[in-house]
């Protein structure tokens, strides 16, 4: 039996339908309506941080915390340069210049011991990356950041429903990023991202700035008797119909979250004996990190041989993919950043990864059949 498997799948339970038509009925669809109410109610709750926001992207979110903290031209923020553009250009936008560090070769995570030597009279804030929704080691960060008195930006795009020693992603710094693109392990409708407050003092502003520079938050409470321009800002309101999409998917989270573990799960398992054998190198999550089964990885031996597999992959059916460029190498990356320090794992550790079809979908015999044709490519190449 052969398969044809598309890389991702949105995630789709059926249970999204009756709100979403409420939400259309009800004729209440433009932002900060009644589901971003209760979406944001519930993560609130949830997350326990000081304010959720919910926005039109992970990107609006990244760049929402960029103007939240007064980023200024020629400001340093230090990320890793193995990471989606968006946490880049959050910050290019509002002029800084972006300093990459190294990351570690286990996670794909920044690497913690280099944060450090990268801080200058510059440096504004550090913004992780929990790559594959996987933690950074935070309690490092952390301390570097009251050192230096920098802040801290989680891009935990990836990372909704994990944890790094019991505490939610998104919840340890500042400031926190979570994505709801149709990719991720939930969606607003294709599209959608949540701004996680946990400083008291921005409460007010990102409220501000999410209406277009206007206090019409305030206004729409009573608190002002008239609304006005305040501050800068833009439109930065996810339409209701969305957030009623999305509330049909946090009512099911542990069934979304359970199944994508499974599945995740089942990859590690089907794959250990070819990195016992020494052949490819599976996802390791360190002991003070939870996993959310966002993404499954392999590392293969180098980037000939990830094409090579690539190729053989989609020639029986399987649109397997790999992600990011560098951005320290990329021609917008060389324009508004610099790399730290040597390039030991970046781009080596991104040349070999591969990652496999994973969707709230999938089923048992579609990992089963990747997993086996991985096994023949192997023996194939006379490896095995
Ligand atoms: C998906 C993603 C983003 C951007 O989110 P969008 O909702 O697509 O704008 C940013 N950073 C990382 C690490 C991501 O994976």
């Known amino acids: 039996m052969t398969f044809k498997i598309p890389f991702n799948k949105p995630c789709y339970t059926g249970n999204e339908d009756k709100y979403v038509l409420n939400a259309m009925r009800s004729l209440q669809i433009s932002g900060n309506g009644p589901y971003t109410k209760k979406c944001e109610k519930w993560f609130e709750e949830e997350l326990k941080c000081k304010r959720a926001l919910l926005v039109p992207s992970g990107t609006h979110a990244l760049e929402m915390a960029a103007l939240l903290i007064d980023v200024q031209p020629g400001d340093e ?134 209406e277009k520079g206007t206090n019409r938050n305030q206004f729409f409470r009573g608190m002002v008797d008239k609304y006005t321009w305040i501050d800068i800002g833009s ?21 979304i979250n359970n199944s994508r573990l499974k599945s995740w799960g089942l990859y590690y398992i089907g794959l250990s004996k070819l990195e016992s054998l020494g052949v490819i190198e599976l996802p390791k999550i360190p002991s003070y990190a939870t996993n959310n089964g966002h993404i499954f990885y392999i590392k293969v031996k180098n980037l000939d041989e990830r094409t090579k597999l690539l190729n053989f992959l989609r020639e029986n059916g399987i649109y397997a993919v790999f992600h990011y460029v560098p951005l320290h190498s990329s021609p917008a990356g060389l324009k508004f950043g610099r790399f730290f320090g040597e390039d030991v794992f970046t781009t080596k550790e991104s040349e070999r990864l591969i990652r496999l079809p994973l969707f709230y979908s999938i089923k048992v015999e579609e990992i089963n059949y990747v997993v086996n044709e991985i096994y023949k490519f192997y023996d194939k190449e006379n490896i095995l």
């Not at 920044?110 to 990268?118: M, V």
């Not at 990356?129 to 933690?135: L, N």
């Not at 309101?237 to 998917?249: E, F, H, I, P, R």
């Open 77 to 210: 923020i230090i990320m890793p340069s193995y990471t989606f553009v968006s946490t880049a250009n959050a910050f290019a936008l509002r002029g800084a210049k972006i300093v990459f560090v190294d990351i570690k070769p286990d996670t794909m995570n920044i690497d913690e011991n280099l944060i450090e030597q990268a801080v200058t009279e510059k440096t504004r804030a550090i913004c992780v990356v929990h790559y594959a929704g996987v933690a950074c080691s935070m309690d490092k960060i952390l301390e570097i950041a009251r050192k230096y008195n920098l802040f801290v930006i989680e891009d935990a795009a990836q990372g909704i429903m994990s944890k790094y020693k019991d505490r939610p992603l998104g919840t340890i710094g500042h400031l926190g990023c979570y994505s709801f693109h149709e990719t991720k392990n939930y969606t607003s409708a294709g599209e959608g991202g949540l701004l996680i407050i946990n400083n008291e003092e921005f409460v007010e502003k990102a409220e501000i700035i999410r």
């Open 235 to 255: 439109s930065f309101l996810m339409n209701d119909v969305s957030a009623a999409y999305l509330w049909g998917q946090l009512e099911w989270k542990e069934i």
